[in-house]
């Protein structure tokens, strides 16, 4: 049973409730968490378009539909100054060996590092450059120690290459770092909204929430019947 108190609060009696603080009040509004999501999917997907493009680009570089067998002869169109590269497609290694009637020495060289493309089930092996000094067609013919295909292609540009995977890498890294922050942000901004306006509608606290306080009673105001 409760005591009541001269205070007007019953000894004993239970704490007030807190009020239920509506979602749709607090905020930042839920909105973000939305905006967050959107950011993910857009970072995320200009991060796959970067690499996609890249790896694509890298890949009809190879001219594979004109390809020739080893010993054969195809004729292609060169442009001065323009460097195009020699792949071959062979299972294993083997020397292999061009040549390009009509062009000077020192058009065809041989590259100091390795630079191979995957086409569907083949993979391509850049094996010489050429860099043409006078435009024309011109016919290339290459041997290999091993039954290979040759194609023409674009000289490979690494750094570019690099640049878009790199990039597309960090649209990923981007994506999740840009989701996770605002997630965690607008969560721990309306908590705290959340909490202010709990303590700004909570009563005052009352003595009923602890023993009743020591000391005499009050008395009775002056005039009072006895």
């Given at each position: 049973m409760a005591i009541q108190s001269?205070?007007?609060?019953?000894?004993?009696?239970?704490?007030?409730?807190?009020?239920?603080v509506p979602a749709k009040d607090l905020r930042p509004r839920r909105i973000w968490y939305l905006v967050a999501a959107l950011l993910g999917l857009v970072l995320a997907g200009a991060g796959a378009a970067f690499i996609v493009v890249t790896v694509t680009s890298t890949v009809d570089s190879v001219d594979t539909a004109r390809s020739f067998s080893s010993g054969d002869a195809r004729t292609f169109g060169f442009v001065q100054g323009?460097?195009?590269a020699i792949y071959v497609s062979q299972s294993g290694?083997?020397?292999?060996?061009?040549?390009?009637p009509g062009m000077p020495s020192g058009s065809i060289t041989q590259p100091s590092v390795t630079f191979t493309v995957t086409a569907g089930s083949r993979s391509w092996e850049r094996v010489f450059e050429v860099k043409p000094v006078s435009s024309g067609d011109y016919t290339v013919t290459?041997?290999?120690?091993?039954?290979?295909?040759?194609?023409?292609?674009?000289?490979?540009?690494?750094g570019a290459l690099v640049?878009?995977?790199?990039?597309?890498?960090?649209?990923?890294?981007?994506a999740f770092a840009a989701t996770v922050t605002i997630v965690v942000v607008t969560a721990v901004r309306r908590g705290r909204h959340r909490?202010?306006?709990t303590a700004g509608w909570a009563p005052a606290p009352q003595w009923g929430a602890g023993p009743p306080p020591s000391g005499p009673a009050p008395s009775p105001p002056p005039g009072s019947a006895s």
């Open positions: 001269p205070w007007g609060a019953p000894y004993g009696g239970p704490l007030p409730v807190p009020p239920t323009k460097t195009r290694k083997g020397r292999v060996a061009c040549r390009i290459c041997t290999s120690e091993r039954p290979a295909e040759f194609a023409l292609g674009d000289k490979p540009k690494v640049s878009g995977i790199v990039a597309g890498i960090g649209c990923f890294f981007a909490k202010r306006l």
